[in-house]
C-alpha cells in the first residue's frame, strides 16, 4: 500500500523550459510534504517544502504547489538548468507519525 | 565534518555474514535516522533515535537488524546472518531537532550511504 506515489519513473526537459514534477499521496492526514534531491552514489538533500495550510510555496527556480482536495503536489522548477538533473523524491508526514513516507522518485533528465 | 559521513561506502558480504554500517552525524544534531534504500524506490525508516535514546525502531525488518547509538554521537547498524533479500543501500540521516517539534523546518541531512550487496 504505496502512501505517496511519483507515477512517472523519469521525465525529460528541455534546458531552460519548465519541469513538472508530479507526486500524489493517499493519506488524508500527512500535513507536511518535502521534496529531496539526489545525484548518483550521494544521498538525498532537502530541497523545497510546504505545509498543508498552504498552497503554495516558492524559493528562486523552486515552486511547490499543493491540491489538498485531490490530494496532489507538485514541484516546478523554472527555468530547468542541466545541474537540475537528479532523481526527485516526495516525502509526507503527519503529526501522529512523524516517520517520512517517501515516494519511489522521478529521474529528470535536462537536455541541453 | 561538515555533514553526515558514513562507512564503509561499499560493503559485500557472503551470505550468513555480520555486518556493521557506522553513521557519523553532524555535530550537535539531536536526532538520528536510518533508512534502506532498495533499488528503484525510496527510502524506508528502519530505526530513530534522539540522543542516545532508540525512540523508534519499528521498521527494522526482523531481529536480526539492530541498531545503537551508545553516547548520542555515531551510530551503529548491525545486520547478523546477512541475507540476500538484505542487499539495499543503507542511509543515515541527522536533524538539529527531533519529533514532533522539529517534525517541520528541521529537514533531514543525509550521508552518501552505504550499499550493501549480500551473495
Known amino acids: 500500500d504505496q502512501q505517496v506515489k511519483q507515477n512517472s519513473p523519469s521525465l525529460s526537459v528541455q534546458e531552460g523550459r519548465i519541469s513538472i514534477l508530479n507526486c500524489d499521496y493517499t493519506n488524508s492526514m500527512f500535513d507536511y510534504f518535502l521534496w529531496y534531491k539526489k545525484y548518483p552514489a550521494e544521498g538525498p538533500t532537502f530541497l523545497i517544502s510546504?505545509?498543508?495550510i498552504k498552497d503554495k510555496n516558492e524559493d528562486g527556480r523552486f515552486t511547490v504547489f499543493l491540491n489538498k482536495s485531490a490530494k496532489h503536489l507538485s514541484l516546478h522548477i523554472v527555468p530547468s538548468q542541466p545541474g537540475d538533473s537528479a532523481v526527485y523524491f516526495c516525502a509526507a508526514s503527519s503529526d501522529s507519525n512523524y516517520q517520512l513516507i517517501w515516494g519511489a522518485g522521478t529521474k529528470l533528465i535536462i537536455k541541453p | 565534518g561538515a555533514g553526515v559521513s558514513q562507512s564503509p561506502r561499499y560493503k559485500v558480504a557472503k551470505r550468513g555474514q555480520d555486518v556493521a554500517l557506522r553513521c557519523d552525524p553532524i555535530s550537535g544534531h539531536v536526532s538520528l535516522f536510518w533508512y534502506q534504500q532498495a533499488l528503484g524506490q525510496g527510502p524506508e525508516f528502519l530505526t530513530y533515535f534522539q540522543n542516545e535514546a532508540q525512540l523508534d525502531k519499528s521498521g527494522l525488518p526482523s531481529d536480526r537488524f539492530f541498531a545503537e547509538r551508545p553516547e548520542g554521537s555515531v551510530s551503529t547498524l548491525k545486520i547478523q546472518r546477512t541475507q540476500q533479500e538484505d542487499s539495499a543501500v543503507y542511509l543515515c540521516?541527522?536533524?538539529?531537532?527531533?519529533?514532533?517539534?522539529?517534525?517541520?523546518?528541521?529537514?533531514?541531512?543525509f550521508g552518501n550511504g552505504t550499499r550493501l550487496t549480500v551473495t
Open positions: 510546504i505545509s498543508s
Open positions: 540521516a541527522s536533524s538539529l531537532l527531533g519529533p514532533p517539534r522539529g517534525r517541520k523546518n528541521s529537514p533531514l541531512h
